[in-house]
């Protein structure tokens, strides 16, 4: 069964300083990953997918994610926090069908 | 470019009232689902639809009904509201059911609060 795990519930940064939410994901085959961001009252936006053309994929707003199948890992970075990236960010997993499993959520604060 | 159009934003039920929830998308998607959001549980899948005519139950059915109403409309029917119900729903749309790298769309969703 594919499941999927976000290490962190809240990760709090300083803007300009660095972000790192962390997903770990199971899966018996290769799968599709996506991450999605929500801020409040808004609906899910995606950022950026993986579809195992590149391991290292880029997204909107300067994110980025890689994909370690050796570690079963698409942890989404960027370099530079902004406050509007203040939001909850989800990784989501894809079998080959119609489902997406989401993660729990990491809620990122930007402190000024 | 709307996307995905979900009414209303905001309602408030009474136990044992009923209600739907519409959605619409302009992207000539073939695929559409409903999910709701409680805290700390993510997105859970409700009932979807791979195309026009075609609906199946997701993770967390009961006390829902759907009708695909033509391509562009899925509508999302509480029967009889139970507080358990009080969550926010959000609709969504996909090119096509299934295959690799098949990104959701989503609305806005509606905040639904049932006393």
């Known amino acids: 069964a594919q499941s999927v795990t976000q290490l962190d519930s809240h990760v709090s940064v300083s803007e300009g300083t660095p972000v790192l939410l962390r997903c770990n994901y199971s899966s018996s085959y290769s799968p599709s990953l996506f991450w999605y961001v929500q801020h409040p009252n808004k609906g899910l936006q995606l950022l950026l997918k993986y579809t195992s053309a590149a391991t290292l994929v880029k997204g909107i707003n300067g994110f980025e994610a890689e994909f370690k199948k050796s570690e079963t890992s698409f942890h989404l970075t960027k370099p530079s926090a902004h406050m509007s990236d203040a939001a909850e960010y989800f990784c989501?997993?894809?079998?080959?069908?119609?489902?997406?499993?989401f993660g729990s959520g990491t809620r990122l604060l930007v402190r000024p | 470019n709307a996307g995905v159009t979900q009414t209303p934003k905001f309602q408030v039920l009474k136990t044992g009232q009923s209600m739907t929830l519409q959605c619409a998308q302009d992207?000539?998607?073939?695929?559409m689902y409903w999910y709701r959001q409680d805290p700390g549980m993510g997105l859970r899948l409700i009932y979807y639809s791979a195309s026009e005519g075609t609906t199946d139950k997701g993770e967390v059915p009961n006390g829902y009904n759907v009708s695909r109403l033509n391509k562009r409309e899925f509508s999302l029917r509480l029967e009889s509201a139970a507080p358990s119900q009080t969550s926010v729903y959000f609709c969504?749309?996909?090119?096509?059911?299934?295959?690799?790298?098949?990104?959701?769309?989503f609305g806005d969703g509606t905040r639904l609060s049932i006393l």
């Open positions: 989501v997993v894809s079998p080959a069908s119609y489902k997406l499993i």
């Open positions: 992207m000539n998607h073939n695929s």
């Open positions: 969504a749309s996909s090119g096509r059911t299934g295959g690799e790298g098949q990104p959701q769309h």
